[in-house]
């Protein structure tokens, strides 16, 4: 299946519109279950689909189908039929035109996944299941899918991108004399994961969650977050803040600080679209080149990430979602990182613990997500430590992690020097001051 030429199909039937775009995507997937201990199910699927955008006297439509003979010229149809319905918008801006790629080509393409069949998966499944042990692993998924995806227009844009991405995630659980949990999430373009570390992690998150205590009484203290739950956090507070479109509609605390202080000075943060992630590439989605782009340096705002309907495009304009490319034939451009990574500091987590006088270490939040408009989350600390003159004194749950993230940039106390890889993020322990913890 030649994804650019049903592309260049459904350009042919639009060669009277003003400008066209197309935007075809297949991918094969396969995905492991774990249950009780055991791999239950596995599952197949390969999906095909394309997408007609089509602008047309200041007027826009879109379309979208899966993949079948007369695909290119429904979507054409519909497409310019959306576009004939819908309102004059003089914002209108044109679509992406031809430019050289500004990053190399990323080492994201595993011949282990795009050549063979799902043994990998289920060995590296049992083996995660046997490292965790005594702790069970009641629940896991391992996802591994080649994506394929094409953009053609009639500016003359006319890119194709192969990617490979894995996706796992496992619960584990220890009986004593409360249950314990742990929870662990796999990121990568390659079977490369160590089964004995993922397991092994699954083990002592699920220990260390089975010998907390519930935390009692209130206080203000230091959150140290870890990258997996800092994750979340961090591309709904800062990656919704450098949205082009938040920007654009005023819906960003950001807007017009550009070239001042939003953040503590120690911070730097980077696009950076070269270094492997689960979107890495030399173009986004709608067939801009992406570039290695610093957003904030040394705490200062740099400028925004943009797709072509919302500015000059950045390079930052996305369909799939990183951890599941099924169905992206079907969403809408949105804005976002293909790799925000925070550049990493000096002090290994070890020593930020030792520099914290009254703080709390986070292990596992229940929803790590905060308010993109005004930074505030009340978060249900699931599992933490306690930190007293530097030392870890005691394992908490059961309270409610309480703070204001866009504030919490701004008093970073501490960046860790260890980053880890997440779907869209490349992040370290992050140490930050004024949070408040709420118990029963």
């Known amino acids: 299946m030649d994804l650019l030429r049903l592309n260049e199909a459904a350009l042919r039937s639009l060669q009277r519109s003003e400008q066209a775009e197309a935007y075809a995507v297949r991918s094969r997937t396969y995905a492991i279950y774990v249950d009780d201990g055991r791999v239950s199910n596995i599952e197949f699927k390969d999906d095909a689909g394309m997408s007609v955008r089509v602008m047309d006297g200041g007027r826009m439509g879109s379309a979208a189908s899966t993949l079948g003979d007369d695909t290119p010229a ?52 049992e083996a995660i299941v046997s490292a965790a042990s005594p702790a069970k692993v009641p629940r896991g998924l391992l996802r591994a899918a080649l994506v394929e995806t094409a953009v053609s227009n009639s500016n003359g844009v006319e890119v194709s991108q192969r990617s490979t991405m894995v996706y796992g995630h496992f619960t584990s659980m220890v009986m004593g004399t409360s249950p314990g949990e742990g929870v662990q999430s796999i990121h990568s373009n390659h079977l490369d994961m160590d089964a004995d570390t993922i397991g092994s992690r699954l083990l002592v998150s699920a220990r260390a969650h089975a010998d907390a205590v519930s935390f009692r009484g209130q206080e203000e203290l230091d959150m140290i977050l870890p990258p997996s739950e ?74 925004f990430m943009f797709d072509t309907f919302n500015g000059i495009s950045t390079g930052n304009g996305w369909r799939r979602e990183p951890n599941d490319p099924q169905g992206s034939y079907r969403m809408p451009v949105r804005i976002g990182p293909a790799n925000l990574r925070i550049i990493p500091g000096r002090l290994s987590l070890d020593d930020m613990v030792a520099e914290t006088e009254n703080g709390i270490l986070v292990e596992r939040l229940a929803w790590p997500e905060v308010d993109p408009l005004t930074g505030r989350f009340g ?11 530097g030392e870890v004194v005691a394992t908490v749950k059961n309270a409610l992690l309480a703070g204001e993230m866009f504030n919490a940039w701004k008093d970073v106390k501490a960046v860790g020097s260890e980053n880890v890889r997440g779907a869209r993020t490349d992040v370290p322990p992050v140490s930050f001051a004024g949070a408040r913890l709420v118990g029963v």
């Open 230 to 303: 800092l994750e979340d956090m961090t591309l709904s507070s800062i990656g919704s803040a450098l949205n082009g479109e938040n920007m654009v509609l005023g819906r960003s605390p950001w807007k017009g600080l550009e070239g001042e202080q939003v953040t503590s000075g120690c911070l730097s943060i980077v696009d950076d679209p070269g270094s492997p992630s689960l979107l890495a590439g030399c173009y986004d989605d709608e067939g801009s080149p992406t570039e290695v782009r610093t957003l904030v340096a040394d705490g200062e705002l740099q400028g």
């Open 74 to 125: 429904k979507c054409a149809r519909r497409a310019m039929q959306a576009a004939s319905m819908s309102p004059v918008d003089a914002t209108l801006r044109d679509f992406s035109v031809p430019r050289n790629a500004k990053v190399p080509r990323p080492d994201v393409l595993d011949r282990r996944i795009s050549e063979n069949g799902p043994e990998g998966l289920v060995e590296l499944a």
């Open 379 to 389: 978060l249900e600390l699931r599992c933490g430590h306690l930190i007293r003159g």
